[in-house]
């Protein structure tokens, strides 16, 4: 079975700033789809980026970047210019290839606040 | 608009009360999906189903049970036999089950409380 490990239960940034959210995964599997999701106040879930494992490019979304190490099972979050909208729950997820269902295993999240 | 709506968006029930909760998509997806979210912890699966009349358990399906009758409609029931049923509940769906892009769409969930 897949476990994903968010060691940051909680962080906080500059608005203007950058961070960075760490997310570590155990799997036994090659190939594999990693994701982050955030879930802010409204606690509506939003997809924010994704990679695929067998691509060494990490993927880019505007503000958002990843840094996808695979050897050392390690897929950090990465926002740039941080505002004040970023303030939410972050979760890192995992999805096997084939999945047999596109089912996700999510960390446990990191609650990142941004101070203006 | 196309979405996922679930009802209600806060539910409370007395202990020992089966609870039916609400999960409809209009996105014309196969897949869809419940989870729960307790403080502190990220999503755990309880149920998917890939397709109308068939669904499978997901890491605690303990206590719950679900049906899908209609391709659009996927209500979860929270059984009395759950011992700790006080929770966020989420519902997904996706186009299907396979591919890179086929991400998950997620409804506004429903906060239930036990008294």
């Known amino acids: 079975a897949q476990t994903v490990t968010q060691s940051q239960p909680e962080m906080s940034v500059q608005e203007a700033e950058t961070v960075t959210l760490s997310c570590t995964y155990d799997?036994?599997?090659?190939?594999?789809?990693l994701f982050w999701y955030k879930q802010p106040p409204s606690r509506q879930m939003i997809l924010v980026i994704r990679?695929?494992?067998?691509?060494?490019q990490n993927a880019t979304e505007n503000r958002f970047s990843v840094n996808f190490q695979k050897a050392a099972k390690s897929f950090s979050l990465k926002i740039s210019d941080s505002q004040l909208g970023d303030t939410a729950m972050y979760f890192c997820?995992?999805?096997?290839?084939?999945?047999?269902?596109?089912?996700?295993?999510f960390g446990g999240g990191t609650r990142l606040m941004v101070k203006p | 608009d196309g979405g996922i709506t679930q009802s209600p968006k806060y539910l409370f029930r007395k202990e020992g009360q089966n609870v039916t909760l609400s999960c409809e998509q209009n996105?014309?997806?196969?897949?869809m999906y419940w989870y729960r979210q307790d403080p502190g912890q990220g999503l755990r699966l309880i149920y998917y189903?890939?397709?109308?009349?068939?669904?499978q358990k997901g890491d605690i399906a303990e206590g719950y049970s679900v049906s899908r009758e209609k391709k659009e409609s996927f209500p979860l029931t929270v059984t009395s036999a759950q011992k700790n049923p006080t929770a966020f509940y989420l519902c997904?769906?996706?186009?299907?089950?396979?591919?890179?892009?086929?991400?998950?769409?997620f409804g506004p969930g429903t906060r239930l409380t036990v008294l």
């Open positions: 997904a769906s996706s186009i299907g089950t396979g591919g890179f892009y086929n991400e998950q769409f």
């Open positions: 799997t036994s599997e090659s190939n594999y789809y």
């Open positions: 990679q695929e494992a067998y691509k060494q």
């Open positions: 997820a995992f999805r096997r290839i084939p999945s047999g269902g596109n089912m996700l295993t």
């Open positions: 996105l014309n997806h196969d897949a």
């Open positions: 189903s890939q397709i109308v009349n068939d669904f």
